[in-house]
Structure formats: C-alpha cells, structure tokens
C-alpha cells in the first residue's frame, strides 16, 4: 500500500520528492518522506482525493537530529473495511527560523499538537490559528526537547532543580544530562547550527 501511495505522490507532486523509507521488521514503521514545501498539497491529497482519504490525524511528533529537525504525522483512515495508517515525515533543515506550513485546516487535530511541537522545539507553524506556547510559560526561555538546550538555573525568582528537593539519582541523571547538553550545544555552536 505505501509503495503504491508514495509512487502516486511522487506523479501527482514532483517537487515533493517523496521517498518511502521501509525500515527492516520490528526495527520502526514504515514512512514517506517529502519535501517541507509540498506539505499542504500532499496533505489535502492524502485526506481528500487519494484512494485511503487519511481523513484522521492522530500524532504529529517532532524529532531534534541536530543537523535538522523531523516533523512526523500519523495518519490513519478508520473509514474503509479495513483501516489503514502510515506515517508522513518532514525535515526542517533551517534550525535558526524552523518553519513549516500549518495542517490545522486540514486535520483540526493538529492545532495543540502543532503548538506542542512549537513549544518543545521551537518550530514554527505558518498560517496556525493561535500558535503560542502550550506547556511551557510564555515567557520560558528555549525549547526544551531541542538536543542543545540547557535549562534556565533559575525562573522567576525559583530554582528550577533545588537540590534538597532531589534524590540522588535524580540529581546525578540532571547533572549527566546537563554536560551531554552542554556537549551538544557546543558542538552545534562548533559547526555553524
């Protein structure tokens, strides 16, 4: 089904280069990939006129590569005698301004979890209805699932991880997590990201 699905994709959409991607058993889920510019196209095809009509939305997840970030949909089709699901992956290569189009007019699944994904790693959804932080304070610096961010010491005033308040193999994790973090962003500083 998805080799088919991808090979109608690639005819009917040329600029989205979409690439199925068929990782070997229980090693992850089958997925097609295509270009961020070809998102709204390919997404109002998938839910209207293709032959499955993915008519539900049921995660979008964002992935933090370093290089670049990957936006992941899954969609699904309960309607047909036998359902069926798939995953859509978009990169995002601009790490300074990530931006991509909104899906919210498609699926209005995808309002909050593109707000989620825009507050845990700091993606832009262009055209979103009210994209403002979901789970973080609007006034919270950085975003928290990017692989080079290092949280604040402190917020308004409170330390963010008192020591009294942790065990100890809570507090050696934060600390081990905290010099990978620190790694990481300088070597994304070190290349240029």
Do not use: T
């Amino acid at each position: 089904m998805l080799d088919e699905l991808c090979q109608e994709i690639k005819l009917k959409f040329p600029a989205s280069q979409a690439v199925l991607h068929n990782p070997p058993e229980n090693v992850g889920s089958p997925s097609i990939e295509i270009e961020a510019k070809s998102l709204r196209e390919v997404a109002l095809y998938l839910r209207d006129d293709c032959k499955y009509k993915f008519s539900v939305l049921q995660v979008i997840s964002g992935v933090d590569y370093l290089e670049y970030f990957e936006v992941c949909y899954m969609l699904a089709n309960f309607d047909l005698a036998r359902s069926y699901e798939f995953i859509l992956k978009v990169k995002v290569s601009d790490r300074v301004n990530p931006v991509l189009d909104s899906v919210a007019d498609i699926w209005p699944a995808a309002n909050w979890q593109e707000r989620e994904c825009f507050d845990m790693l700091g993606i832009e959804f262009k055209g979103h209805p009210d994209l403002r932080r979901i789970l973080c304070p609007e006034d919270w610096q950085g975003f928290p699932l990017r692989k080079d961010y290092v949280a604040a010491k402190y917020y308004n005033g409170m330390q963010v991880y008192p020591d009294h308040k942790m065990n100890l193999e809570e507090r050696s994790f934060i600390i081990n997590s905290k010099s990978k973090q620190e790694e990481l962003q300088k070597q994304s500083l070190a290349k240029g990201l």
